[in-house]
T-cell receptor
Framework: GENVEQHPSTLSVQEGDSAVIKCTYS??????FPWYKQELGKRPQLIID?????GEKKDQRIAVTLNKTAKHFSLHITETQPEDSAVYFC???????????FGDGTTLTVKP | NAGVTQTPKFRILKIGQSMTLQCTQD?????MYWYRQDPGMGLKLIYY???????DKGEVPNGYNVSRSTTEDFPLRLELAAPSQTSVYFC????????????FGQGTRLTVV
């Protein structure tokens, strides 16, 4: 089955700096890659996603890039703010659209 | 429109007890999922369903059972609770096969002592 690895597990940045979180996946048939943000004690919520026919997608301060050949995708957050502090999860979903495999998460801390 | 609703929010079980975690959604979604999230870890899929009457195992199904008699409801049953089942459980749903975003419930924090 699909295996998703996420790095780093923790990331601390200064407010205003950029943050990058990387994920690799194993199944070349995966074609949908969402990113979720989970604040402490709350439910995961989708923040951005990308399909395999697109190399990059941007939404204000967040962007996701996908390299299908290398089977990795990354989340980029620019001009970080303290409210960006949370756990971020990547996931990969394949042709069997029923199931997504999640990475283990990255705890992002933005210091004011 | 409540989205995905889970009950209870918290529960403490004794080893060997059984319980059912309830999940209901009002978005007429076909796909529903149960995940568990252990401390500091990602989401592991327990069971999922692509429609009423259809269920399938995920990555970690042992010790759990599900049913999907209606589109709205997807209860998760724990039989003979064990300490290893201490976790936060999330139910989620999404529309059709081409639908992207999965909506999560607020979670159930379960402790088995």
């Amino acid at each position: 089955g699909e295996n998703v690895e996420q790095h780093p597990s923790t990331l601390s940045v200064q407010e205003g700096d950029s943050a990058v979180i990387k994920c690799t996946y194993s199944d070349s048939a995966s074609n949908y890659f969402p990113w979720y943000k989970q604040e402490l004690g709350k439910r995961p919520q989708l923040i951005i996603d990308i399909r395999s026919n697109v190399g990059e997608k941007k939404d204000q301060r967040i962007a996701v890039t996908l390299n299908k050949t290398a089977k990795h995708f990354s989340l980029h957050i620019t001009e970080t703010q303290p409210e960006d502090s949370a756990v971020y999860f990547c996931a990969a979903r394949g042709a069997n659209a029923g199931k997504s495999t999640f990475g283990d998460g990255t705890t992002l801390t933005v210091k004011p | 429109n409540a989205g995905v609703t889970q009950t209870p929010k918290f529960r403490i079980l004794k080893i060997g007890q059984s319980m059912t975690l309830q999940c209901t959604q009002d978005m007429n979604h076909n796909y529903m999922y149960w995940y568990r999230q252990d401390p500091g870890m990602g989401l592991k899929l327990i069971y999922y369903s692509v429609g009423a009457g259809i269920t399938d195992k995920g990555e970690v199904p042992n010790g759990y059972n599900v049913s999907r008699s209606t589109t709205e409801d997807f209860p998760l049953r724990l039989e003979l609770a064990a300490p290893s089942q201490t976790s936060v459980y999330f139910c989620a749903s999404k529309g059709g096969q081409a639908s992207t975003e999965a909506f999560f419930g607020q979670g159930t924090r379960l402790t088995v002592v």
